[in-house]
């Protein structure tokens, strides 16, 4: 069945970087767009970034952009998000999630890695 | 970016009711919107795409309608496991957004 595992996540300091993973199984990870959305505590949902297909094409939200870096690794079905510079209100659950095409939404989602961004 | 905006953020309901959540797009996003529902401490759960598509395995009291700028998610008999929180999303753009959500209360 499909499954996504996200880990990486901790405590780190603002202005510190931090690298997340998410393990893909039971598809193949080369033939899906994959995401990272991320919620505030007690906030919504906020989608950060994509990756499609061979990791040649990814879009990032502005609140993100130029400090986040989103990468996949087909062969290890692994998907990426390098996060520099953070902010303390980068602070959230992120989650990966997989989307069939470019005009197919979020249908299988991870559990969630806790990130909190403090001094 | 495209933004959403869902009402009411709150609704109170009691089992059996049918219950409507509506998500404006501040442009034109086609019918490229999804609806998700979550539960505390879970992953979103997605029910609608493509504004009216019915996700498989997702039962059918659940509806999406709309087009453009205007959406509807209606639930047409409120069940005990219904009550949770949810999203709208637009993947027109470049860049996908969710709505801010609408919490369904037991009444």
């Known amino acids: ?119 | 970016d495209i933004q959403m905006t869902q009402s009411p953020s709150t609704l109170s309901a009691s089992v059996g009711d049918r219950v409507t959540v509506t998500c404006r797009a501040s442009q034109s996003i086609n019918n490229w919107l999804a609806w998700y529902q979550q539960k505390p401490g879970k992953a979103p759960k997605l029910l609608i795409y493509k504004a009216s598509s019915l996700e498989s395995g997702v039962p059918s009291r659940f509806s999406g309608s709309g087009s453009g700028t205007e959406f509807t998610l209606t639930i047409s008999s409120l069940q005990p496991d219904d009550f949770a929180t949810y999203y709208c999303q637009q993947y027109n753009s470049y860049s996908w957004t969710f709505g801010h959500g609408t919490k369904v209360e037991i009444k």
């Open chain 1, 1 to 119: 069945q499909v499954q996504l595992v996200e880990s990486g996540g901790g405590v780190v300091q603002p202005g510190r970087s931090l690298r997340l993973s998410c393990v893909a199984s039971g598809f193949n990870i080369s033939n899906y767009g994959v995401h990272w959305v991320r919620q505030a505590p007690g906030k919504g949902l906020e989608w950060v970034a994509v990756t499609w297909y061979d990791g040649s094409n990814n879009w990032y939200a502005d609140s993100v952009k130029g400090r986040f870096t989103i990468s996949r690794d087909n062969s290890k079905s692994t998907l990426f998000l390098e996060m520099d510079s953070l902010k303390v209100g980068d602070t959230a659950i992120y989650y990966c999630a997989r989307g069939r095409n470019r005009w197919f939404p979020l249908d299988y989602w991870g559990q969630g890695t806790l990130v909190t961004v403090s001094s």
